[in-house]
């Protein structure tokens, strides 16, 4: 068992470059109230302004990915200019790797391949908060605003909290800048008040104060091979697949993907508006290598939990607890159509 987690583990990495993440968390043990309270609508206004402004303003910055012992940093270049967004993201640990993103169009650069993989869709990344217009993230998180500010990378900002209002999502505490609404520190935040991950600016810049030629990549990538993802809309549920959503959670991709070597990967990305499950259905393939069933990994939020259906392999992804993971992939079912 501990060496197929591994080998999930070690699968994961093509698996979370498809998956849509964010990150955040909570104050007092267990989980919040039913009903949402009208208290909680500042809050939720809050929650779109700082998302709005990781779009609408310029800044660049070094932020730091945590989760145990782990660090990882990025530097972030952000403007808006006559032709929409456009953004830079390196990554200064690991292996070199750059994000260069124009609108809904990502070039991710993998140099030591000299590959360019194209993305045709927007793909948010912190700071940017919510997936979809987070109408109702008050009906699942307990949102509330703290009196006490904080200060992160120089620069005063205010604490916000969600608690779940169930046991199928972590919970966040989120910091944002008293002065723009950017969002500058996210924790997420497990059921008993651990912090799982968190993600925090370490320097920041902002306004006029960003120079656009940071947005230029060191990379002279002319002459690299480009790879276009070519991605086909698909509806799951008319191709047999009944796959159950934990309250709050929708679709907001269902598509078909060329993956390992041309072999066609589904994915479907559920959303609550905070958190985001991916879910990935590949053909089994028999001459593979054997790979155990019901098998879970973790790193940091991010779980992963891997289980044969019928002729597939279903393996579901995303930050929010182990249990939802599980609980998706063990209760899904395909029925094939009949043939006509």
């Not at 120079?211 to 698909?234: C, H, Y």
């Not at 290598?289 to 992804?317: C, D, H, Q």
Request: net charge neutral; glycine share 8%; with cysteine.
């Amino acid at each position: 068992m501990r060496r197929a987690a591994r080998k999930l583990l070690a699968h994961r990495r093509w698996y979370y470059a498809l998956a849509l993440v964010t990150a955040c968390a909570v104050a007092t043990p267990g989980y919040a109230a039913d009903a949402p309270d009208d208290s909680t609508v500042p809050a939720v206004a809050l929650l779109k302004k700082m998302h709005a402004a990781a779009r609408q303003l310029d800044y660049a910055g070094v932020y730091t990915y945590q989760h145990g012992s782990t660090m990882v940093s990025s530097r972030v270049t952000h403007v808006v200019d006559g032709t929409g967004e456009r953004e830079r993201i390196e990554m200064l640990d690991g292996p070199q790797r750059e994000f260069l993103r124009h609108n809904d169009i990502t070039q991710f650069l993998v140099p030591e391949k000299k590959l360019v993989v194209v993305e045709s869709r927007r793909m948010d990344r912190f700071p940017a908060l919510l997936l979809g217009d987070g109408a109702a993230v008050g009906e699942h998180y307990e949102i509330s605003i703290q009196p006490t500010q904080r200060r992160i990378a120089g620069r005063e900002c205010t604490v916000i909290q969600l608690l779940p209002r169930d046991e199928h999502r972590y919970g966040y505490r989120l910091c944002a800048d008293t002065e723009t609404n950017l969002l500058l520190k996210a924790q997420t935040v497990s059921l008993d008040q651990g912090v799982v991950d968190q993600i925090s600016f370490t320097s920041l810049q902002l306004g006029d104060k960003v120079v656009p030629g940071q947005l230029a990549s060191n990379w002279n990538f002319k002459d690299w091979r480009v790879l276009e993802t070519a991605m086909t809309p698909i509806d799951l549920a008319a191709k047999g697949w009944r796959i159950p959503f934990p309250p709050g959670f929708a679709p907001v991709t269902q598509v078909s993907r060329p993956m390992k070597a041309g072999r066609p990967v589904s994915q479907m990305v559920i959303t609550d508006g905070l958190a985001a499950i991916s879910i990935f259905i590949e053909p089994h393939d028999p001459a593979g290598p054997p790979a155990g069933t019901g098998v879970a990994a973790s790193k940091g939020a991010m779980n992963i939990y891997r289980t044969r259906v019928g002729e597939f392999w279903l393996t579901t992804l995303g930050e929010v607890p182990a249990g939802t993971l599980r609980d998706i992939a063990e209760s899904t079912e395909y029925v094939p159509l009949a043939s006509h």
